[in-house]
T-cell receptor, first 114, second 114 residues
Framework: ELKVEQNPLFLSMQEGKNYTIYCNYS?????LYWYRQDPGKSLESLFV?????AVKQEGRLMASLDTKARLSTLHITAAVHDLSATYFC??????????????FGKGTLLTVNP | DTEVTQTPKHLVMGMTNKKSLKCEQH?????MYWYKQKAKKPPELMFV???????INESVPSRFSPECPNSSLLNLHLHALQPEDSALYLC?????????????FGQGTRLTVV
């Protein structure tokens, strides 16, 4: 059974600081996704990582994927309050023939304080 | 049009009621999904439709009945629900019929069972 583990689950940061969220998964997959969720809202796609060594950046967020280590990171640079949200990583695995399904980590609740 | 639209946004229903949740996308996506998300938890997959056929049922109780009338629409029929079924129900779609691409999520239906 696929396990997707995120850490930390709770992260309180000061504005302007840097930090990294880690996502480990237990089985082979070449596709990993990062989503953001604001309270009471739906999931917003942030990054799609499709190959080993993939690195993507958007604003103050940068995501990377190491399929050999089964590890993805989401790095936050110079955090601002607007980044406060829950961040989920999700891994695609094959399920039942040719179908794929997403399995989510537990999420990281990020709070950025002034 | 890059949206997944869900209706209603909020629903309160009694345990003896029958109601339906609706989801629509016009992106030509061939896989559609229902997820259930409890507060402070990650989304949990319920059903996957691939090319309008049910391809994955994650052992969901029969009081939840999915339906895919055509490639753009996905319904979730609800009957005799329990209070513990109260949650945010998210619909998603992805380009590939196998689900092997990024999933886009709707805004969700906040369901309360009384």
């Amino acid at each position: 059974e696929l396990k997707v583990e995120q850490n930390p689950l709770f992260l309180s940061m000061q504005e302007g600081k840097n930090y990294t969220i880690y996502c480990n998964y237990s089985t082979t997959s070449d596709r990993l996704y990062w989503y953001r969720q604001d309270p009471g809202k739906s999931l917003e796609s942030l990054f799609v990582l499709l190959s080993n060594g993939a690195v993507k950046q958007e604003g103050r967020l940068m995501a990377s994927l190491d399929t050999k280590a089964r590890l993805s990171t989401l790095h936050i640079t110079a955090a601002v309050h607007d980044l406060s949200a829950t961040y989920f990583c999700a891994v695609d695995i094959r399920s039942g023939g040719s179908n794929y399904k997403l399995t989510f980590g537990k999420g990281t609740l990020l709070t950025v304080n002034p | 049009d890059t949206e997944v639209t869900q209706t209603p946004k909020h629903l309160v229903m009694g345990m003896t009621n029958k109601k339906s949740l609706k989801c629509e996308q016009h992106m030509g996506h061939r896989a559609m999904y229902w997820y259930k998300q409890k507060a402070k938890k990650p989304p949990e997959l319920m059903f996957v439709y691939s090319y309008e056929k049910l391809s994955i049922n994650e052992s969901v109780p029969s009081r939840f009945s999915p339906e895919c009338p055509n490639s753009s629409l996905l319904n979730l029929h609800l009957h005799a629900l329990q209070p513990e079924d109260s949650a945010l129900y998210l619909c998603a779609s992805s380009l590939s019929g196998t689900g092997a691409y990024e999933a886009f999520f709707g805004q969700g239906t906040r369901l309360t069972v009384v």
